[in-house]
């Protein structure tokens, strides 16, 4: 085959077109952050599925192949050297052993049909503090009874809620502008130390043929909680919760600015959580701040739209 590329005298002038596209792919990715928001919110939902644009790279390939193009073969290179600088550090498993706190946070979904046998599996994982966020009130009652014999310390506002193994004090709602409680914080009293931990659940954003990436609700109630956190007293800080927007979108950099996400810096692969049947992105955090992370994982999937997700962390 190499003899017969060689001979080739076509072989640098076929394949232009898909060179051409292999470039932009790379300078897509490259500069995502340049991608502008002001038309449909288009540079956030760039960076929400950013990680996905890798699966070009190959398709590029094979038919840079099959056009028997050496230039397209050659510009493939630099998207894939692009994504493996971005990407390429999450696809292997950094997690580590130990830790002094193991976390867990999960969208039930408000219409789970299964809320208790949910409450089991989350409470299964042998997690000492767990956010739900999407409680809808009627269902509160059904999580508090099956958690109450593993967590005897919880606290409920509005629509998210933290139970713990350890004493909590300070559990407090923290507003984000929407007019009902998606978000809270208290004071976790843990062996190794105290911790703040926030729950929250950002307002969900929709794609839609008129309006793009319709997220402006989301981008201003991440502006107020990033506020909050900023202000928190205490050292240590995590985050647990549904902010619908992953780590490569700019519109959460009010929080992500300041906190470390535990999948980014110890997880097992890119830790997609939704939607659960096929997860296309981790829409769903754990962040950190004063707080160094050890491991960071996805756990089985419940009767919710997301997966649960947990880390272990070291205070």
Not at 45 to 57: A, I, K, N
Not at 121 to 126: D, I, Q
Request: with cysteine; glycine share 8%; net charge positive.
């Amino acid at each position: 085959m190499v003899d017969r590329w060689r001979r080739d005298p076509g072989i640098w002038r076929r394949g232009i077109v898909l060179a051409v596209c292999a470039v932009l792919l790379a300078l897509l990715m490259l500069m995502h952050a340049h991608v502008p928001n002001t038309i449909g919110n288009l540079g956030s939902l760039t960076e929400t599925f950013l990680p996905w644009f890798g699966v070009f790279v190959p398709v590029l390939l094979v038919l840079a192949l099959l056009r028997r193009s050496a230039t397209a073969v050659i510009a493939v290179l630099l998207p894939a050297v692009v994504w493996a600088n971005l990407f390429g550090g999450l696809v292997i498993d950094r997690s580590g052993t130990g830790g002094d706190l193991m976390v867990v946070s999960h969208n039930v979904n408000a219409d789970n049909p299964d809320p208790q046998g949910t409450a089991r599996s989350v409470a299964a994982s042998g997690a000492d503090v767990v956010g739900l966020v999407e409680l809808k009130p009627a269902m509160v009652p059904a999580y508090e009874r099956a958690l109450a014999d593993t967590y005897p310390y919880h606290s409920v506002q509005g629509t998210v809620g933290l139970w713990s193994k350890h004493p909590l004090t300070d559990s407090r709602p923290v507003d984000i502008r929407l007019g009902w409680t998606r978000a809270m914080r208290a004071t976790v009293s843990a062996p190794a130390g105290s911790v703040a931990v926030y729950v929250a659940h950002l307002p969900s954003v929709r794609v839609k043929l008129k309006a793009g990436f319709t997220a402006n609700q989301r981008d201003a109630s991440a502006d107020q909680l990033g506020e909050a956190i900023a202000a928190e007293r205490t050292h240590r800080v995590i985050l647990l919760g549904d902010l619908n927007g992953t780590m490569n979108d700019r519109a959460l950099n009010a929080i992500t600015s300041q906190m470390r996400s535990t999948q980014g810096a110890a997880g097992d692969g890119m830790g997609f959580s939704w939607p659960a049947a096929f997860p296309m992105a981790r829409i769903d955090q754990i962040l950190v701040k004063g707080v160094e992370p050890v491991a960071s994982w996805s756990l089985p999937r419940t009767e919710s739209d997301h997966l649960p997700i947990a880390a272990r962390v070291t205070l």
